[in-house]
């Protein structure tokens, strides 16, 4: 037999998140053989998710995590937690009509509120707080802005929205690009790696069985799926699929949907009050209308952590502190001299409509990503779905799943010239 040596144990990547994180708690690899009703495969929110509402519902659950529980999008992500879906509430009852729409409406509100209660309930210390601005870049986007918000707060009895004009704006972010925007104050955000830290803990907690530096290199299908790792095997009657922007070649029949962007996170060095106080008034998160978004708000310690900037290769930039910074620049050219003590790239997966891909491969095999830069709150939602789908109620996993996902021209193979051609074509059109 050929001894496989032991493989080393992985690390977050070097992150402000990181460097913050709450005690990181260390699970073992998996060997030998182990039996349980789910295997979920991936620990980031999906799969954490997943894994802690099955492990409440009574399942036998074994989470199989390729490196370290939040090493993903879940541990280095812009930490936002928006209301609504990835796309607007108009576009939404044009696709699926009113009922349906209405329907993703109050699952996004209650993706938010899971969020906010799983927090509450397992005391998670991610520095949760309330509101997300949005901003326009464009003063043509008024009416739109002001249109969204008056058809949220009459149609949806929504009054958490409200516009704000260019006068206000300029009062809340302290920076002079942006002509109106509508601030939600039910959203809110949070730091992300130590929402998943809190995820896994709360998981172990309620007997979900952990393990770490266990990727999975394939599953088999059938009524006793067995999911194989380099050193060990699950014998499990379901597995959940929670890999999103990392499936690699994991599972082909869902590969061909997404399409996994790298986005970037800088966090300045700690700011005074006062400059936090310009550049966020109220310490909400904010997020503009570029199509290469930027996204930014400030940590529990006074640093701006600022998003901008995605590619579409397998690299990260070499000097990710300086290419995030330019964007950075651009919104708030007062922090010039201001140091840059972190900067990180993480992976997501985009769908070609930019709505989540949820859906079974069999009747036992379940999967949800795809959540196009939407995922603290929908991948947490997801989870509950996904439980909710593997106990025998789908009825609102399949509301998500009926919502048509295209596979991206080319498939797999192909899909990258295609869409980098469109990225950068609105990449472009957002320097114009
Ligand atoms: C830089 C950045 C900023 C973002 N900002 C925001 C934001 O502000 N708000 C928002 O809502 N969303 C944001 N997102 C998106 C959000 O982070 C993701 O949608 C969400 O975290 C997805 O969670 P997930 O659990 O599905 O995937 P992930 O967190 O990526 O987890 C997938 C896990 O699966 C594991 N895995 C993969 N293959 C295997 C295998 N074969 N065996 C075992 N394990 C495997 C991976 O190691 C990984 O840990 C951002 C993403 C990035 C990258």
Not at 147 to 173: G, W
Not at 353 to 361: V, W
Not at 376 to 404: C, I, S, W
Request: overall charge neutral; proline content about 4%; glycine content about 10%.
């Amino acid at each position: 037999m050929t001894a496989i040596a032991p493989s080393p144990l992985s690390r977050h990547v070097d992150s402000y998140y990181a460097a913050s994180a709450n005690a990181l708690r260390d699970f073992p690899a998996l060997e030998g053989e182990v039996d349980a009703d789910v295997c979920v495969i991936g620990g980031g929110y999906t799969g954490l998710s997943s894994a802690l509402h099955l492990a409440e519902r009574g399942y036998k659950v074994v989470l199989l995590e390729a490196e370290r529980v939040g090493w993903g999008a879940s541990g280095r992500n812009g930490g936002h937690v928006g209301t609504g879906q990835r796309l607007d509430q108009h576009s939404l009852e044009a696709k699926v009509g009113r009922e349906k729409a209405r329907m993703m409406w109050d699952l996004s509100l209650e993706a938010v509120q899971t969020v906010k209660d799983l927090i509450e309930k397992h005391q998670i210390q991610c520095d949760l707080k309330p509101g997300i601005l949005h901003t326009a870049h464009k003063a043509s986007l008024r009416d739109e802005y002001l249109q969204e918000a008056e058809f949220l707060q009459k149609n949806y009895d929504y009054d958490a929205i409200r516009f704000v004009d260019k006068d206000e704006v300029r009062q809340l972010v302290g920076s002079d690009n942006y002509h109106c925007g509508t601030l939600d104050s039910f959203s809110c955000h949070l730091h992300p790696l130590n929402f998943a830290l809190g995820l896994g803990r709360a998981c172990a907690d309620a007997g979900v069985r952990i393990f770490e530096n266990s990727r999975v290199v394939n599953y088999s299908d059938g009524s006793n799926p067995i999911v194989t790792t380099a050193r060990g095997r699950v014998k499990a009657k379901f597995v959940v699929l929670g890999c999103n922007g990392y499936l690699g070649k994991l599972e082909p029949r869902m590969a061909g949907k997404i399409m996994p962007i790298n986005n970037f996170v800088l966090a300045t060095e700690p700011l005074s009050d006062e400059l936090c106080r310009e550049l966020i008034r109220d310490d909400t998160a904010v997020a503009d209308s570029l199509f290469v978004i930027n996204y930014w708000k400030l940590s529990g310690d006074n640093r701006l952590l600022f998003g901008g900037g995605e590619n579409y290769t397998s690299r990260f930039p070499r000097d990710m502190k300086s290419f995030v910074r330019k964007y950075m620049l651009r919104v708030y050219p007062q922090l010039q001299n201001t140091r840059i003590d972190y900067a990180w790239g993480g992976t997501l997966a985009i769908t070609l409509n930019r709505m989540p891909h949820f859906g079974r491969l069999s009747d036992n095999v379940f999967y949800a990503q795809g959540y196009s830069g939407h995922g603290v709150p929908t991948a947490t939602m997801a989870g509950k779905l996904l439980a909710e789908a593997v106990a025998g109620t789908a009825e609102r996993f399949d509301v998500m799943a009926d919502y048509p996902t295209h596979t991206f021209p080319g498939g797999t193979l192909l899909r990258w010239p295609g869409l980098v051609a469109g990225m950068l074509y609105y990449s472009l059109r957002d320097k114009l």
